[in-house]
């Protein structure tokens, strides 16, 4: 009798257990879920476009510090020398981290396409087209159209050349611009960068059209010609930046994780921003035209402002360590960045894609060679004034007057300029001396402890590639006429 009193509750216990996993869902609903949370990635291209617009901009900002301002010669180290004497190697984490940022790009132009988006479809390209550009400028021929598509069995993509790169960052910049010139254009969101105002996105992607098409002047005159003919020609069908208010830029926050990735405020510590100072290159080059943007970007020695007199000082690109320590008296008698400025306020700098006075610049190098129009003066002009308001400096009524600075048709004075406003976005200042390196040797010049006599141009290979992707990478070599991967090798444009 107890044994069937025991199987009996054991049968109503399980009976019991079978309704409640049945009904549980006609019971509880959706209680369990996340109503913040997304179901499908396909159905949110939001979350692709807010790490799209964040993560590889933080890359290249941590690269301008790091590395850009060291190689366009903006900012020089007094310890750890040895990126700044060219041990540059391959920065392979820099190239792993953007090629997945290129895999966001095209999945969020995939799920455009496929939902019939153009929206999305249009800042993806754009975005995808930045960063091949700068991949394709530090290292030459890199993977490009079979890059990020190992679901499709491609395990050892092949590497573009170079001219097949811009070729295709020039096509899908097109394609952009006709994506986003439609009427009735969906809205978008997650949009950190311009907050869906879709017309600054199409804006910025003919923007950087003309950066890549004066990129190929020195290489390919015919293309860089038609190409900024086509864009100056017809600007309600190809829109450009026409003032600060359209630079492509990242706004950070007064609280982490969404701070400058440079600042205190996101954990780089104090020591290691100290390890750098105003490049004496730079810093000659504006005190000699009594350029108060030095004062915006550095600090004055604190030796100077002990004695009450501020003064600012540069060091020397190029040293060996214990040289550079005690370069001009050592740390006191150097001039550091701007620490209110540039470390101890959380969000008072952009994270910078591109600025209205590099478009400027370029349309003034463009009429200045015969391509659009004679106003290369004005647009000159333009450039150094964008500069200047976009730092929030005053320009001196006599700049554009001055021995060195007024416009007289000489292509260095507006490269001089150019390079300067370029200051700390990622590669781009290091990138146009290397296109007019002939013109610019004479200011940035090879340090006194440099391990070449010739500035580099390039980061080699990531070894991954080497050990993973072997024969792509030994055939890259050969199409590109190296018998070596070195940071010496100059770049299809440069040649």
Not at 3 to 12: A, G, N, P, Q, R
Not at 203 to 226: H, P, Q, V
Not at 352 to 374: D, K, P, R, T
């Amino acid at each position: 009798m107890k044994m069937k009193k025991t199987y009996s509750i054991f049968i109503l216990s399980l009976l019991l257990l079978t309704f409640a996993a049945c009904d549980k869902e006609e019971m509880f609903g959706d209680m369990n879920e996340n109503p913040n949370a997304a179901k499908n990635i396909e159905n949110n291209p939001e979350l692709i476009l807010t790490s799209l617009c964040k993560d590889p901009v933080n890359t290249f900002v941590n690269d301008a510090w790091s590395n850009g301002n060291l190689m366009a010669q903006y900012a020089a180290r007094i310890v750890f020398t040895s990126f700044d004497q060219f041990s540059w190697g391959s920065n392979s984490g820099t190239w792993n981290l953007v090629y997945r940022a290129t895999k966001d790009a095209d999945n969020l132009y995939k799920n455009a396409t496929a939902s019939d988006n153009p929206s999305y479809a249009g800042v993806a390209l754009i975005m995808k087209s930045w960063m091949f550009q700068i991949l394709t400028d530090m290292w030459g021929d890199v993977p490009y159209s079979e890059a990020n598509r190992a679901k499709s069995g491609i395990t050892h993509p092949k590497y573009d050349t170079q001219q097949e790169i811009y070729q295709g960052i020039i096509n899908d910049l097109d394609s952009a611009n006709i994506f986003l010139s439609q009427s009735n254009l969906p809205a978008i969101k997650g949009d950190l960068i311009y907050e869906g105002d879709l017309e600054k996105w199409r804006k910025f992607g003919n923007s950087l059209m003309l950066r890549a098409y004066i990129r190929l002047s020195e290489i390919d005159a015919t293309t860089a010609e038609a190409g900024i003919n086509k864009i100056a020609n017809a600007p309600s069908n190809y829109p450009v930046f026409t003032s600060n208010d359209d630079n492509a830029t990242l706004s950070y926050l007064s609280s982490k994780p969404n701070t400058h990735p440079r600042a205190e405020a996101s954990g780089y510590r104090v020591g290691s921003f100290n390890e750098y100072r105003m490049s004496e290159t730079l810093g000659e080059v504006l005190a000699d035209y009594n350029d108060p943007r030095q004062q915006q970007w550095f600090d004055p020695t604190a030796v100077s402002v002990e004695s009450g007199s501020p003064e600012w000082s540069g060091m020397a690109n190029g040293l060996v360590d214990g040289a550079a320590y005690v370069y001009k008296g050592g740390d006191a008698h150097l001039s550091k960045f701007r620490m209110d400025f540039f470390y101890f306020a959380p969000n008072l700098v952009e994270g910078l894609l591109m600025q209205y006075s590099e478009v400027e610049f370029i349309l003034a190098e463009a009429a200045m060679n015969g391509w659009i129009g004679n106003d290369a003066k004005t647009h000159y002009e333009n450039g150094v004034k964008a500069s200047f308001d976009y730092w929030g400096v005053s320009m001196p009524s006599n700049y554009l007057k001055q021995s060195g600075v007024a416009y007289n048709d000489d292509l260095k004075t507006l490269m001089i300029q150019k390079w300067i406003a370029l200051f700390y976005i990622d590669y781009q200042g290091f990138c146009e001396f290397k296109r007019h390196r002939d013109i610019l040797s004479d200011i940035i010049i090879p340090g006194d402890d440099a391990l070449y006599a010739t500035y580099p141009s390039r980061f080699e290979y990531p070894t991954d590639e080497q050990a993973l992707n072997k024969e792509s990478w030994e055939a890259a070599l050969e199409q590109q006429g190296w018998s070596n991967d070195r940071i010496l090798n100059k770049v299809w444009w440069e040649n």
